[in-house]
């Protein structure tokens, strides 16, 4: 366990001079706002058991290049206009994805987070 520490402490501080020197590439950021209409078949069909509901939600996104890599991750705010506790199906609800994408040195293989 000892061996696995060290070799993580190791490979972490000959790391940090190549993080600290990370150049920004490029990036983008928004807001939208969006409605997801379920078709009819879809909401009779799964009425009894998730109850698909069509909902409105406000979403935030947002991602960056760097010379290490790429990052991209989204919140949704669903059914933001309704109580917290209404029906089911209807009810606030949370979503959120980071995505990540390291590259490995000039190999042409990525490490996905």
């Known amino acids: 366990m000892k061996k696995h ?3 993580l402490t190791l490979s972490s501080i000959l790391a940090i001079p190549v993080i600290s020197h990370a150049e920004f590439k490029g990036g983008f950021a928004d807001i939208g706002v969006h409605y997801l209409d379920w078709t009819s078949r879809t909401t009779e069909k799964s009425s009894t058991k998730s109850h698909k ?3 409105g939600y406000l979403e935030f996104e947002g991602g960056a290049n760097f010379s290490w890599g790429e ?5 949704d705010w669903e059914n933001f206009y309704n109580g917290r506790h209404n029906k089911p199906g209807s009810e ?6 980071n995505t990540n994408r390291i590259y490995l040195g000039d190999t042409g293989f990525n490490l996905y987070l």
């Open 5 to 7: 520490l060290l070799t």
């Open 53 to 55: 509901d069509d909902f």
């Open 71 to 75: 990052m991209y991750g989204f919140f």
């Open 92 to 97: 606030q609800r949370y979503t959120f994805k």
